[in-house]
């Protein structure tokens, strides 16, 4: 996770603000995620869901194409390209029913 969440910080620059993550074990490295990048690092509080509410509503929707305990290797690359697109081109409310990938975009090139 610390790779991934690396490359991403390098490939948005100054458009990544902060990072906002559990207290799952993925995350150990976290020291070294915001020193190399220079973003802050926040932890939610545990047992606190509504603290992470966009985050529980995208987990709610993601398990109707990965029930939980599905392991992920189960799922081809294809398939989770395609959630990924469904999950990112749904028009939200809280987005002024805009996409995610629509003001990803247009934030970048702000």
Known sequence: MTKAILELANQLGDNLKTLTVDHGKEFANYNLIEEQT???LYFAHAYSPHERGSNENR????????????PID???DDEL???NWYLNSRPLKCLNWRTTIEIFLRDLRY
């Open 38 to 40: 220079g973003v802050p």
């Open 59 to 70: 987990n709610r929707v993601l398990r109707r194409f990965i029930p939980k305990g599905q």
């Open 74 to 76: 189960e799922i081809t």
């Open 81 to 83: 390209i395609q959630i």
